[in-house]
């Protein structure tokens, strides 16, 4: 009986609701087999999805789950690898095909507006988090890497992905996990590959992550245009801030909104090159001049101000081509008001309020990643030294965070991510605990009837009285699992 009962709790093919209507609803079917996932024999292709998606909302493992599940006797551990080492399975357009449905049915009727009143555009967001794999030495591509938060050397890769946003929600639409371009650093090679199979997608991000962050970059946002996904501006940090990595983005049809950090960069300010300091240190010369001649005309606009001041500037092309004027905005540092943050926006129309507007839509990426690694187990999602592998099972956990943010969103109050991974949690294992009460309660008919020879009718007559009398709360909960 126990053994029962725990096998039942802990059902995995018990898949909740909220699951079933968002795979239904988005065609996840179909995306797989756009994406490359075809059936070859054995079990399908969904059902192995399906099981490997499920498995962390019923806290358990896949290995724990072979064990000890009933499921998890259908789809063997052989075919959960064999699918996640797919070499031909593109796993970003998967994403991306997946972030097109879900903006298009459910995110473009409800666009806001920004400070101005105006609609507020759409984002691509890139940014990289540390992926740790510290206890294994033969990982494939595993390299050293800098955690900059920590300040210290690891192993594992860094993860590059791209996001869409809205300013709301957050859905991934591409990524890579990168090793290193210096072969000081690399840790392991990468396996060697078939003639075949050097034009299928295991392949081609395995020549991604062996480059430069902002090639790579470049190629992720290729993913985005190539699914038709409704976006105005590149959102980034200060680590893809260079002159060349924007025109380069320019040239893909996006604008950039990014930091910019005081380095050996030149820009044209009045006609001279300068740096972002000395262009700083002139704006606030200007600003006290102007000031003075607000208070002499009874006039002082810089009350209520989200920033301090901004400068019209021109990125310098190195190739050649025409410069991009642009604007760059400065921003008060919260943290050490002694300082200031600068943000270039390629886009001049833009007011000053909207930069520093658009340019917060980028903490988004901030929270995916948090909510990643601290619920979702992105860094023990699988313990595999196969890069495909590993691809995989990222791109499984960010399937499973679009989902949640589609929940978020469709949840009329602001619950969390925390909070809507532990209601789907509770979802699974109270449902299957009551499938399980239901048939230990048919059972226990079957078992009267066989050894007294009671007519059937009478025994459901005394299991209606019986269940008439159970508290109205397990009543309902038994009638809805039945």
Request: net charge positive; proline share 2%.
């Amino acid at each position: 009986m126990p053994n029962m009962l725990m096998d039942f709790t802990n059902n995995t093919d018990t898949i909740t609701s909220q699951v079933q209507d968002f795979s239904r609803r988005f065609k996840i079917g179909s995306i797989l087999r756009l994406c490359g996932a075809h059936k070859q024999k054995g079990i399908e292709v969904l059902k192995v999805f399906y099981y490997l998606s499920t498995l962390l909302f019923c806290g358990t493992s896949m290995n724990r789950d072979q064990k000890t599940r009933k499921y998890g006797n259908m789809v063997k551990k052989d075919t959960c690898h064999r699918f996640l080492q797919s070499m031909k399975m593109d796993w970003n357009r998967f994403l991306s095909l997946l972030a097109k449905e879900i903006i298009d049915k459910d995110l473009l009727p409800i666009r806001r507006n920004d400070c101005k009143g105006e609609q507020k555009p759409f984002f691509l967001v890139a940014d990289d988090s540390s992926y740790y794999r510290n206890r294994s030495k033969k990982v494939e591509l595993s390299a050293r890497n800098w955690d900059h938060a920590l300040r210290r050397y690891y192993k594992g890769f860094r993860m590059l992905t791209l996001v869409w946003t809205d300013g709301v929600s957050v859905l991934p639409v591409s990524f890579c996990n990168m090793s290193t371009c210096d072969q000081k650093k690399l840790l392991r090679q990468s396996k060697k590959l078939a003639a075949k199979e050097k034009e299928d997608f295991g392949f081609k991000i395995r020549r991604l992550a062996r480059q430069k962050m902002n090639d790579t970059l470049l190629d992720l946002l290729d993913v985005a245009t190539a699914a038709k996904l409704q976006a105005r501006y590149l959102l980034c940090d200060k680590w893809f801030a260079n002159p060349a990595t924007i025109f380069a983005v320019k040239a893909k049809g996006y604008d950039v909104i990014c930091m910019l950090k005081n380095s050996s960069t030149y820009y044209l300010y009045k006609g001279e090159r300068r740096k972002l300091g000395q262009i700083f240190r002139m704006c606030v010369k200007d600003e006290r001049i102007q000031r003075k001649l607000n208070r002499k005309a009874g006039k002082d606009d810089s009350k209520g101000r989200k920033f301090l001041f901004s400068a019209t500037i021109s990125l310098i092309n190195k190739d050649g081509g025409p410069n991009q004027e642009s604007k760059i905005v400065f921003v008060r540092n919260r943290n050490k008001k002694s300082e200031y943050l600068a943000i270039l926006s390629t886009d001049g129309s833009l007011s000053e309020d909207q930069i520093v507007e658009y340019y917060c839509c980028r903490w988004g990426i901030e929270t995916m990643f948090q909510t990643c690694k601290s619920f979702l187990c992105l860094q023990k999602s699988t313990q595999s030294l196969d890069y495909s592998e590993i691809h995989a099972s990222t791109a499984i956990v960010m399937f499973q965070y679009a989902m949640l943010s589609w929940l978020n969103r469709q949840n009329s109050d602001e619950l969390s991510f925390g909070e809507l991974f532990y209601q789907l949690l509770e979802d699974v294992q109270d449902a299957a605990l009551f499938h399980a009460i239901e048939l230990v309660l048919a059972l226990f008919v079957e078992t009267l009837a066989s050894e007294y020879s009671m007519p059937p009718e009478k025994l459901n007559e005394a299991m209606n009285k019986f269940l008439m009398q159970l508290p109205e709360k397990l009543k309902t909960c038994l009638d809805l699992a039945a």
